[in-house]
């Protein structure tokens, strides 16, 4: 196989990237735009050892299921992967890849309940980060191009609540206007790096954060009375001053620059406070389902003691503390434990607590000390636990451990680490928090063999 040669073929797969999967001589190739069905011509763009990469040449029988996409940018964008197709079809793929990597990665097969689809595929999304960038002179955001860091300039993201496309658009001028020049990557210079916005999805409280090179508090002081009159939901306005050559997007420190340092919003019927750097789910009315699934599957009666690892900001633990003895969650971001404890306090729960440090590292303390959970819910990063983590939490022996994953590679690795180590991987269910891109969440429910 060489490079710009052509091949008829058929998509008979989807990674989990939102490529579609065909062979040609053996050897798979990936290519994206496409659909499970596509019979097309593919034109190969990169030939690596045992797989190549591929473009659609020429699509002459489209898979049932495709559409036109509805964004001009998505071609460009390295965002939404799946506006080609409806979204009864996107939830085929999500379902089926959730599916393959319990059996494929965890060599496990639990019963999977129908995935759960979202109300709406649009306006979903509370939170948006925007590279910022200069055209022509002037200050434009988007985001970034597939596999690249280059700045895709758009305003009218279809995943983004109209309020971010009106800051967005009225800021910039405005922001070019005070002195403010785009942060150059290659060369490390200039100043804005990033627009970061997020909104309370039932509060409609808006927080927005500059992130900065160096800092431009003194640029700006003028304009901030004006954003503030401008958008009175805009009850929160900080920098995150971030000089470092990263692709880390915040800085370690963020100050506020006027307003209060959060906004408020409502996550299963609990106030919640939430910080520029605290974990807080982009979909909310999504998240409320994805939490209730949990919840279902811990299967609390009002007398466990539960363990909530990789809290954030509290809201897992907190939505199922009414139905618990004990509350016992940890954190590594300082920022959301104090977050975490506050939205304690506003909701009266009285039975939690809240620790700052690394998961597995808190919970062996915690097992040393003689805690014992009866139910331990863990919500990790896209990496997933690390050893300490799952070797403590078998320890401690809980009747129930109820995993919440944003990747199912790595959630089916875990399972099979906590097979391992006595418990049996009964039940998982795919959620859709993310319509429109390749990201799918899961939850699984683990039992302790012999209970």
Wanted: overall charge negative; glycine content about 8%.
């Amino acid at each position: 196989m060489q490079k710009n040669e052509i091949y008829e073929t058929v998509i008979t797969g989807m990674t989990a990237e939102g490529s579609g999967v065909c062979r040609v001589d053996g050897m798979a190739v990936f290519v994206p735009m496409t659909a499970v069905g596509d019979r097309l011509r593919v034109r190969i763009v990169k030939v690596l050892k045992s797989y190549a990469f591929g473009i659609i040449e020429d699509l002459h029988d489209p898979a049932d299921g495709r559409q036109e996409p509805d964004c001009p940018v998505f071609r460009k964008c390295g965002g939404c992967v799946f506006r080609h197709v409806t979204y009864e079809t996107e939830l085929q793929y999500k379902a089926q890849l959730v599916e393959d990597a319990f059996r494929r990665i965890g060599g496990l097969d639990p019963a999977f309940q129908p995935i759960l689809g979202a109300e709406t595929r649009d306006g979903y999304r509370n939170k948006a980060q925007y590279p910022v960038t200069e055209q022509d002179g002037h200050l434009v955001c988007g985001f970034y191009a597939r596999h690249s860091h280059r700045v895709v300039p758009f305003t009218k993201c279809a995943l983004q609540p109209e309020q971010f496309t009106e800051v967005i658009e009225w800021l910039l001028p405005q922001l070019e206007a005070a002195g403010v020049t785009a942060y150059n990557e290659e060369a490390h210079t200039g100043e804005l790096r990033h627009i970061y916005l997020r909104r309370g999805f039932h509060s409609g409280e808006m927080m927005l954060c500059l992130v900065t090179r160096v800092s431009v508090r003194k640029k700006i002081g003028k304009l901030l009375p004006e954003i503030q009159a401008q958008f009175p939901d805009l009850v929160s306005i900080s920098e995150s001053v971030n000089p470092e050559r990263t692709n880390v997007i915040m800085g370690k420190q963020i100050s506020v620059l006027a307003g209060a340092g959060c906004i408020t919003d409502t996550m299963c019927g609990r106030k919640v406070e939430i910080s520029p750097q605290s974990f807080y789910q982009v979909n909310t009315a999504q998240a409320e389902r994805l939490y209730a699934v949990g919840k279902e599957f811990a299967k609390l009666t009002g007398t466990e003691t539960l363990l909530d690892l990789y809290c954030g900001a509290g809201t897992i633990g907190l939505s199922m503390a009414d139905r618990v003895k004990k509350l016992i969650g940890v954190e590594v971001v300082a920022s959301a434990v104090d977050n975490a404890r506050r939205n304690a306090a506003e909701n009266h729960v009285d039975n939690a607590e809240f620790f700052c440090g690394d998961a597995g590292s808190i919970a062996d303390r915690l097992r040393t000390e003689g805690t014992r959970p009866d139910v331990i819910v863990v919500d990790p990063p896209r990496k997933g636990c690390d050893a300490l983590t799952v070797q403590s939490c078998a320890a401690m022996q809980p009747e129930r451990i109820v995993m919440i994953s944003c990747n199912p590679a790595t959630a089916a690795r875990d399972c099979k680490a906590f097979g391992e180590l006595g418990y049996v991987t009964e039940c998982v269910r795919a959620v859709d928090l993310f319509p429109g891109t390749a990201a799918v969440e899961c939850v699984v429910l683990m039992t302790r063999m012999g209970k």
